[in-house]
Nanobody
Framework: QVQLVESGGGLVQPGGSLRLSCAAS????????MGWHRQGPKNQRERVAS???????MYVDSMKGRFTISRDNAKNTVYLQMNSLKPEDTAVYYC??????????????WGQGTQVTVSS
């Protein structure tokens, strides 16, 4: 069974930084794109950034320059470095991955989410 597990969330002051991690584990045959979404207390889930197997990235405009997505293919892990955090970045952050489990079809998997709170 495949799982995505996020870590690294927490409480940080405005202007601070956090690094989120998301590790995929289980019977994985291959992983394609991985990414991060977030859902604030009053918002719908929105895309933050994504990264392909080859390292090419995509960011939502409002997060360009502050957030950096990266991945370690050997560890099946995706990271999100968040700098200059603002109160409006407060949300539950979810990772997702397009992957193929051993013996299964390609499909999208989601983690359980990690809370990020930006407050003084």
């Amino acid at each position: 069974q495949v799982q995505l597990v996020e870590s690294g969330g927490g409480l940080v002051q405005p202007g601070g930084s956090l690094r989120l991690s998301c590790a995929a584990s289980g019977s994985i045959f291959s992983i394609g794109a991985m990414g991060w979404h977030r859902q604030g207390p009053k918002n719908q889930r929105e895309r933050v950034a994504s990264i392909n197997w080859d390292g090419s990235t995509m960011y939502v405009d409002s997060m360009k320059g502050r957030f950096t997505i990266s991945r370690d293919n050997a560890k099946n892990t995706v990271y999100l470095q968040m700098n200059s955090l603002k109160p409006e970045d407060t949300a539950v952050y979810y990772c997702n991955a397009l992957l193929r489990a051993v013996g299964g079809p390609i499909r999208e998997y989601w983690g359980q989410g990690t809370q990020v709170t930006v407050s003084s």
